[in-house]
């Protein structure tokens, strides 16, 4: 017989459940974030890896396969694959993280100061980012290099900075756009407070997480474009080591059946972009998950 009757004003205890807290690494990228930061560590520490001088020349040893003295083996004009690599790796980074530097400062300014303009002036400014957008990046950046002449590090970090920023001005035209009848703009802009003063303590604060993912990818397509134009021979000489500077020696190794030059620094490459893109698209979910989308 079963004892319907409910005692009232006692409430019965409750199991104790175990909560589990999730996992702080739990979907995220940690094997990428470990490998992206170990590969920039041996390229910082570069000098602490090299075997040999990554710069000699030494036609006795051109196109040796992997081997005890050299770890990667040599390029066809004898240099040292491996401590090739680790400098070649510290100049594509250099040029992906300053020209996304150069880029988000320009996109910004720009974004801004079209999304605080007059509609006739925001219609101007729109229309030339469209224009410029238009134009496929890397024959824009080919035309602005031949321009100032032969590529360098500087040069081409300058001028793939100087061409990237068109999306990301058009989100920020966006937010600020949205943000600039705030109450806290307005009284600023009453209290006598300039457009970089405002931009700087109030705009900025409020959109940076919104290009976060979009400065991360960046940072992967300046090094994308820097390996594409010195393989294909329109970007940085020879003489100045990068990993595409490396590729660009590819005809050769074909030629020679010399598979390591093609395959280790390409390889570094990939791994290197994937590992970005892996970490760009985690930011982009994390802010859209604290944005409410998910």
């Known amino acids: 017989m079963t004892n319907n009757f409910e005692l009232v004003g006692i409430k019965?205890?409750?199991?104790?459940?175990?909560?589990?807290?999730?996992?702080?690494?739990k979907g995220k990228p940690v094997f990428s974030g470990v490998l992206l930061a170990l590969i920039a560590?041996?390229?910082?520490?570069?000098?602490?890896?090299?075997t040999e001088d990554s710069a000699a020349l030494n036609l006795q040893n051109c196109g040796l396969p992997p081997n005890g003295e050299f770890l990667f083996g040599t390029d066809t004009m004898g240099r040292d694959i491996f401590s090739m690599i680790w400098l070649g790796g510290r100049v594509s980074l250099f040029i992906g993280i300053s020209s996304t530097i150069i880029?988000?400062?320009?996109?910004?300014?720009f974004g801004a100061l079209s999304g605080s303009a007059p509609v006739w002036a925001d219609t101007i400014l729109m229309r030339l980012t469209e224009i410029l957008f238009s134009v496929p990046e890397p024959l824009l950046v080919i035309f602005i290099q031949a321009v100032l002449g032969e590529a360098n590090v500087f040069s081409l970090s300058f001028v793939i900075g100087v061409t990237g920023w068109m999306s990301m001005a058009k989100i920020i035209r966006t937010e600020v756009r949205q943000l600039r009848g705030s109450e806290?703009?307005?009284?600023?802009?009453?209290?006598?407070?300039?457009?970089?003063?405002?931009?700087?303590?109030?705009?900025?604060?409020?959109?940076?997480?919104?290009?976060?993912?979009m400065a991360v990818m960046n940072i992967r397509n300046g090094i994308m474009v820097e390996a594409t134009l010195s393989f294909m021979g329109i970007g940085l000489p020879v003489e100045v080591i990068s990993w595409g500077s490396m590729l660009s020696l590819s005809e050769k190794a074909l030629l020679s059946n010399a598979w390591w030059m093609i395959v280790i620094p390409g390889a570094f490459l990939v791994a290197t972009l994937m590992c970005?893109?892996?970490?760009?698209?985690?930011l982009r979910k994390s802010m859209n998950r604290g944005q409410g989308y998910f």
């Open 103 to 109: 880029s988000t400062i320009t996109a910004i300014v």
């Open 184 to 213: 806290y703009v307005i009284a600023s802009k009453c209290m006598g407070g300039g457009f970089f003063h405002i931009l700087k303590k109030h705009l900025a604060p409020n959109f940076i997480s919104s290009i976060m993912f």
């Open 276 to 282: 970005i893109t892996s970490l760009g698209n985690d």
């Open 12 to 25: 019965p205890t409750p199991r104790k459940e175990t909560v589990q807290k999730e996992k702080w690494y």
């Open 41 to 50: 560590a041996g390229c910082l520490l570069g000098g602490l890896l090299m």
